[in-house]
């Protein structure tokens, strides 16, 4: 029997907050580049609120990867070693 595929809206939440984690950001500093309060980022991360497609396109600016990155189940890796380098020019 298939395993039960993810759902995007998992995969997405599941993503950003690894992307939190690796880059040492804060849901505060996601606030500040999505031009939101921590709270609305807090109630997306726990699935109170749904992401939309503009929230992924901004999501997706702020720590330099695609919405694809942020969508697809196991391309994180890859998105953690752009964010990883791209950091150190800062």
Excluded: H
């Amino acid at each position: 029997m298939d395993e039960p595929r993810e759902s995007t809206a998992s995969v997405v939440r599941r993503n950003v907050e690894g992307m939190l984690l690796l880059t040492g950001k804060k849901q505060k500093d996601l606030a500040k580049g999505m031009r939101v309060n921590q709270g609305t980022i807090s109630r997306k991360l726990t699935a109170f609120t749904k992401w939309d497609l503009d929230d992924l396109d901004l999501v997706a600016q702020f720590f330099g990867v695609t919405v694809a990155d942020i969508v697809t189940p196991g391309c994180l890796p890859a998105a953690y070693m752009i964010v990883a380098d791209t950091e150190g020019d800062r």
